[in-house]
């Protein structure tokens, strides 16, 4: 079945720092998903990418989508203590349309002030 | 913008007790809802699709006979944990999927323990 890797699976960075978690999946994608989930939290849906190539920034955070629609990426410029996390990329489940998801295994964001 | 409740939040229970779960989307319609596990430091895993009116469709390695999932209306789903044992304790998180389109809207999640 379908699989979506995610490293690293760790990350500690000092304040200030860039972070970028990656997204690989083993089977193209209709569209990528990526959550945020805080300690003792649950998911929050940050963004989704469709297009081959895609390009999408949300203040500090740059979501690419490979052009081959297999992997993705997540850059965030200049982390604050607010980052702090476990990061999620997510593509549908089987094929699309009304579909549950398959999850990275994410990357823990741990940031040292 | 859309949002989906649980309830309960927390639940603690005996071994051998069932303990159901609700899911409910609060301003928008639902044809479909989804129900996910996620054990500590873990991905979330999807465990079944719920669809309203129709039975469940459940993922590999899940017993359906176990995680009973009701979508009786279009802003309500159940998940019945049947018999729980101490491996079932998880957080329990579902999703709805607007009728009108765009991604999935995540519950707040439920934390099962099963003494």
């Known amino acids: 079945g379908q699989q979506v890797m995610q490293i690293p699976q760790y990350q500690h960075v000092q304040e200030g720092e860039d972070f970028t978690t990656y997204c690989n999946s083993s089977?193209?994608?209709?569209?990528i998903q990526w959550y945020k989930q805080r300690p003792g939290g649950h998911p929050v849906f940050l963004i989704q990418?469709?297009?081959?190539?895609e390009v999408k920034k949300q203040k500090r955070l740059t979501f690419q989508f490979g052009e081959a629609k297999k992997n993705s990426s997540l850059h965030i410029t200049a982390t604050q203590t607010t980052d702090v996390g476990t990061y999620f990329c997510?593509?549908?489940?089987?094929?699309?349309?009304?579909?549950?998801?398959?999850f990275g295994k994410g990357t823990h964001l741990i940031i040292q002030p | 913008g859309a949002v989906v409740s649980q309830h309960p939040s927390r639940v603690i229970c005996k071994s051998g007790t069932s303990v159901k779960i609700e899911c409910r989307s609060l301003?928008?319609?639902?044809?479909?809802m989804f129900w996910y596990r996620q054990f500590p430091k873990q991905s979330l895993m999807l465990m079944a699709t719920?669809?309203?009116?129709?039975?469940?469709?459940?993922e590999q390695g899940v017993e359906k006979d176990k995680f009973l999932i009701n979508h009786a209306s279009l802003t309500l789903s159940t998940l019945t944990v049947t018999s729980a044992h101490p491996e079932d304790s998880s957080f329990y998180i579902c999703?709805?999927?607007?009728?009108?389109?765009?991604?999935?809207?995540f519950g707040p999640g439920t934390r099962l323990l099963v003494l």
């Open positions: 999703s709805a999927s607007p009728a009108s389109g765009g991604p999935s809207c």
């Open positions: 089977t193209t994608l209709s569209n």
């Open positions: 990418l469709v297009k081959s190539g």
């Open positions: 997510a593509g549908p489940h089987s094929g699309g349309g009304a579909d549950g998801l398959t």
């Open positions: 301003d928008f319609q639902a044809t479909t």
């Open positions: 719920s669809n309203e009116g129709s039975k469940a469709t459940y």
